[in-house]
T-cell receptor, first 118, second 112 residues
């Protein structure tokens, strides 16, 4: 079974509108973390936001917020007031537990391509 | 200052050749990673090094070998290159206890 599922291969949004990118995950580990990364057409991977499994509040970073619904095992990314520069691939990722030394192995979803229209 | 750098950015080579991709981070992080991103954009971790010890080794072919001369470098050596090795390879680093991984710009490997 896939650990990270992103069901939307492509999304379109009008500039200045909000958009939600879906992500569901599967884990039996009580301690885990969820990430979102952005990959523009230039190819670099940009960290956006992180949510820990024990965090009580949804994570927010500027125009990005993570809608964390633990019981449903979903960690959707909400981008408010979309900008043309938000057009990119967006990856949801999860780490389960921590390895020795505090490092971790992330598992990535297959990504959602977001296109922002003017 | 570049946080995580990779060289070369592009690598075109023939099947059967041996090649290396270098990665350096100047963030003082103690863990470095190598990822492979295929043509469908699927990103999969290959290796991780923590304090110069290999702590993760996914089921990648043994033609791939990571080499870490020091904490700031994690190079990827690939022997007997195959067509299926064509992909973008990303290096990344993180600090134990931190949640963010910093990625390098990627190396696009094309095997002809």
């Amino acid at each position: 079974a896939q650990k990270i599922t992103q069901t939307q291969p492509g999304m379109f949004v009008q500039e200045k509108e909000a958009v939600t990118l879906d992500c569901t995950y599967d884990t039996s580990d009580p301690s885990y973390g969820l990430f979102w990364y952005k990959q523009p057409s230039s190819g670099e991977m940009i960290f956006l936001i992180y949510q820990g499994s024990y965090d009580q509040q949804n994570a927010t970073e500027g125009r990005y917020s993570l809608n964390f619904q633990k019981a449903r095992k979903s960690a959707n990314l909400v981008i408010s007031a979309s900008q043309l520069g938000d057009s990119a691939m967006y990856f949801c990722a999860m780490r389960e537990g921590l390895l020795g030394g505090g490092s971790y192995i992330p598992t990535f979803g297959r990504g959602t391509s977001l296109i922002v229209h003017p | 200052d570049t946080a995580v750098s990779q060289t070369p950015k592009y690598l075109v080579t023939q099947m059967g050749n041996d090649k290396s991709i270098k990665c350096e981070q100047n963030l003082g992080h103690d863990t470095m990673y190598w990822y492979k991103q295929d043509s469908k954009k699927f990103l999969k971790i290959m290796f991780s090094y923590n304090n110069k010890e290999l702590i993760i080794n996914e089921t990648v072919p043994n033609r791939f070998s990571p080499k870490s001369p020091d904490k700031a470098h994690l190079n990827l050596h690939i022997n007997s290159l195959e067509l299926g090795d064509s992909a973008v390879y990303f290096c990344a680093s993180s600090q134990a206890g931190d949640n963010e991984q910093f990625f390098g710009p990627g190396t696009r490997l094309t095997v002809l």
